[in-house]
């Protein structure tokens, strides 16, 4: 079975632009949760879908969003990026909302100049 | 909210035994998670402990009590390949906090 995949593995944006990210889970699975890593926070969630829905929210302002399509495929948005953004995103896929056991794809690496 | 404190970097010797500890503060408590990350991979999951007392998985064990907010990951026979950041992580059951990470606890393994 395929693991979690992410896209694109590695942005360069400039402070402004906007940043769409991409996450396909397991198949089967029908949870999607986002995390923002950096080396100084560890690693913060941002948000979880299920269903199609936003279930969970982390604290981070609006400029953080996403959504999930019906095949659990999700994407994650980010607007009017600032230099603290840069981070590795991470997506993990589950089971279940709010399952214990993720699966983690491995990251976007995104370096705002 | 939730928030999950562990020491940020510890150190041991190939086949030795280590415990990385993980202290907790929860508006809302169903379990605790361990995941392994090498560095440039992806955190992997390693162990839930739900219940009070000792999990064990080949040569990783872990740690739950409830009634100290605290658990910890043991891991035996250390080898090289151990060498990664281990996090702790409270799971609220599906509720607001999501899945919430401590800081990690970046292992050292000496020869």
């Known amino acids: 079975k395929a693991g979690v995949t992410q896209t694109p593995r590695y942005l360069i944006k400039t402070r402004g632009q906007q940043v769409t990210l991409s996450c396909s889970p397991i198949?089967?699975?029908?949870?999607v949760s986002w995390y923002q890593q950096t080396p100084g926070q560890g690693l913060q969630f941002l948000f979880e879908?299920?269903?199609?829905?936003?279930?969970n929210k982390g604290n981070f302002p609006g400029r953080f969003s996403g959504r999930q399509f019906s095949n659990s495929r999700s994407e994650m948005n980010v607007s009017t990026l600032e230099l603290g953004d840069s981070a590795l995103y991470l997506c993990a896929s589950s089971l279940r909302q709010g399952d214990y056991e993720q699966y983690f794809g491995p990251g976007t690496r995104l370096t705002v100049t | 909210g939730q928030s999950l404190e562990q020491p940020s970097e510890v150190t041991a010797v190939e086949g030795a035994i280590v415990q990385i500890n993980c202290t907790y503060q929860?508006?809302?408590?169903?379990?605790l998670s361990w995941y392994q990350q090498h560095d440039g991979g992806a955190p992997t999951f390693l162990s839930y402990?739900?219940?009070?007392g000792l999990e064990e998985t080949g040569r990783f064990s872990s740690f739950l009590s409830r009634s100290d907010s605290y658990g910890y990951l043991l891991l035996q026979e250390l080898q090289m390949k151990d060498s990664a950041s281990y996090f702790c992580a409270a799971d609220s059951g599906g509720g607001a906090d999501g899945l919430t990470f401590g800081k990690g606890t970046h292992l050292i393994i000496q020869p």
């Open positions: 402990n739900a219940l009070d």
């Open positions: 879908y299920f269903s199609e829905t936003q279930r």
């Open positions: 929860t508006s809302g408590f169903y379990g």
């Open positions: 198949s089967g699975h029908r949870s």
